[in-house]
């Protein structure tokens, strides 16, 4: 292919608003890094899907296992996405496993326990916008005072409003909600 016709193709792209940003991340994609998130990105499909996998097993009844496969199934998640982010979860201490025969995951902890901010910065990083912002993954911006920069002091409090609600939750909670409690808060909003 030559060097013009790759020019066409991706002029034809762009006018058509394609972009490669588009595109879900390859599975096994090493995390982005904070400054390369998207706007569009504040909660990654790992993020989701781990969330709901967690949610599906803290509804899973105590000493038992639930099979990586049933939590794909019912959850409609890529299983071997799944593993991978089972395997995160494992590590950080969220989800224990059993090998072989009768095995499979739970959770290690009790869902009051879990909570939901932890899990996101575990799975897709800080809760900040922008990486002057963050408390975890601090990074100073290249351009600008930060003592005067208006953009990172309203990022902050966007930060502090994020945390606020998501370090309030746990996964006990999560568990118990009905299918109409975010409706019913973005109406009072």
């Not at 792209?13 to 995390?31: K, T, V």
């Not at 794909?72 to 982010?85: E, M, W």
């Not at 897709?124 to 953009?151: F, H, K, M, Q």
Request: glycine content about 8%; aromatic content about 4%.
């Amino acid at each position: 292919m030559s060097i013009e016709t790759i020019e066409i193709m991706s002029n034809a792209r762009i006018q058509a608003g394609f972009s490669f940003l588009d595109l879900p991340p390859h599975e096994n994609a090493p995390p982005r890094r904070m400054r390369d998130r998207e706007p569009s990105d504040m909660l990654t499909r790992k993020g989701k899907y781990g969330l709901k996998a967690l949610v599906h097993l803290a509804r899973v009844p105590p000493g038992e296992l639930a099979l990586v496969g049933d939590i794909a199934a019912a959850n409609n998640i890529p299983k071997k996405f799944l593993d991978a982010i089972l395997g995160e979860l494992r590590n950080a201490g969220f989800v224990s496993s059993r090998k072989g025969k009768g095995g499979g995951y739970r959770l290690a902890q009790a869902p009051e326990i879990i909570r939901i901010g932890d899990v996101i910065r575990t799975l897709d990083g800080p809760l900040a916008p922008i990486a002057c912002a963050s408390r975890t993954r601090y990074e100073r911006c290249d351009d600008c005072d930060e003592e005067t920069c208006r953009v990172r002091h309203v990022m902050l409090e966007v930060r502090e409003a994020i945390a606020g609600v998501l370090d309030k939750r746990n996964l006990a909670e999560m568990r118990d909600m009905t299918g109409t409690e975010g409706l019913v808060l973005l109406e009072q909003a």
